[in-house]
């Protein structure tokens, strides 16, 4: 059961939720996240009917987090839609879930009920698009996608899950992950993703060719295709594979970017031009250049 206290944290664990991705040989665009992530429909078998949900919802728009959000000027009318009820911790009380826009921007928010009120589990710009229902052996699991806004150029998401230990459950972050908005996505995805190594630096590119120092747009009007350098034993999971018009193998990976192995990663800034380098990198990396990991 997922209740108690709620707290975020940053953790690297093995325990993953499972991702679903779909096939699309494209250039990114506004709707990747559809392009890759299939958005999942147990989301709405999470929905509890609890009677009216104006009373209760009304309750969770005055809670600071959600009214720094809002600034007291959005009409409720506009909000009231996207709540609904659900029971995170399966003990008969309902919480409530805030998924949809505030301004045009996509919002995801979870209310935690205590008493007569309610915490603010998780709230965060951004869409759910994977789920796994509740109550199973993995407990709630969900990911967070954002759009890259505002001129940016980086898509992140977020995995989250609600871990119990000690008779307290909370919402762990299990990963956080970017792709850079150019980044061309696979056709058919592997039927089961495989970890590897580096066997030298290696270039995590945007698209499956060598580097031909062609423009690519971004905040510093970067060159050529490389998002990332990695030295020798990094790892990471490959999620699909293609040849190129050499008959080479080009793999689609995510690298785990372990401390003392990302080299160079000035493409992937957050606001404000934080490095996120500790965050899971997606890309293209050659087979000349990596070892499975049995």
């Known amino acids: 059961m997922c209740n108690g206290n709620f707290k975020i944290t940053m953790i690297m664990s093995k325990k993953k939720c499972l991702l679903v991705l779909v096939v699309s040989l494209i250039f990114w665009n506004v709707s ?23 009373t209760e919802a009304k309750k969770a728009m005055n809670l600071p987090e959600f009214q720094n959000v809002t600034k007291g000027n959005v009409p409720i009318e506009e909000l009231l839609p996207y709540f609904h009820f ?10 409530l879930i805030f998924s949809g826009k505030i301004r045009n921007v996509d919002y995801t928010f979870l209310f935690y009920k205590k008493n007569n009120t309610y915490l603010v589990a998780i709230g965060e710009k951004g869409t759910i698009i994977q789920t796994n229902l509740p109550y199973l052996d993995n407990g709630l699991c969900f990911s967070i996608w954002q759009d890259a806004c ?31 908005k150019g980044t061309i996505l696979p056709q058919v995805r592997n ?19 060598e580097n031909d120092e062609k423009p690519i747009a971004g905040k510093n009007s970067w060159k050529g295709n ?8 990094a790892t990471g999971t490959i999620f699909a594979e293609m040849r190129d018009n050499r008959n080479e193998f080009w793999y689609f990976v995510r690298m785990n970017n372990e ?36």
């Not at 990747?32 to 104006?54: H, M, P, R, T, V």
């Not at 001129?151 to 459950?169: H, K, L, R, V």
């Not at 970890?195 to 995590?204: C, D, G, N, P, S």
């Open 32 to 54: 990747a996240q559809s392009s890759f992530f299939i958005k999942n429909n147990n989301l709405e078998k999470w929905y509890l009917e609890k009677g009216k949900i104006e």
């Open 86 to 95: 659900i029971d995170f911790d399966n003990n008969g009380t309902a919480d």
């Open 150 to 180: 505002c001129g940016d150029y980086i898509y992140e998401f977020t995995q989250y899950a609600c871990i119990s230990t000690n008779n307290t459950s909370f919402f762990n972050t299990m990963s956080k992950s970017l792709i850079f």
């Open 191 to 209: 039927e089961k993703p495989v970890a590897f190594k580096t066997t030298k630096v290696t270039h995590v590119r945007s698209e499956p060719t």
């Open 226 to 233: 490389t998002l990332g350098l990695y030295a020798i034993d």
């Open 259 to 294: 401390s003392g192995t990302h080299i160079h990663s000035n493409r992937f800034t957050a606001e404000g031009g934080k490095e996120n380098e500790n965050y899971f990198t997606y890309g293209w990396v050659h087979s000349n250049d990596i070892a499975l990991i049995e």
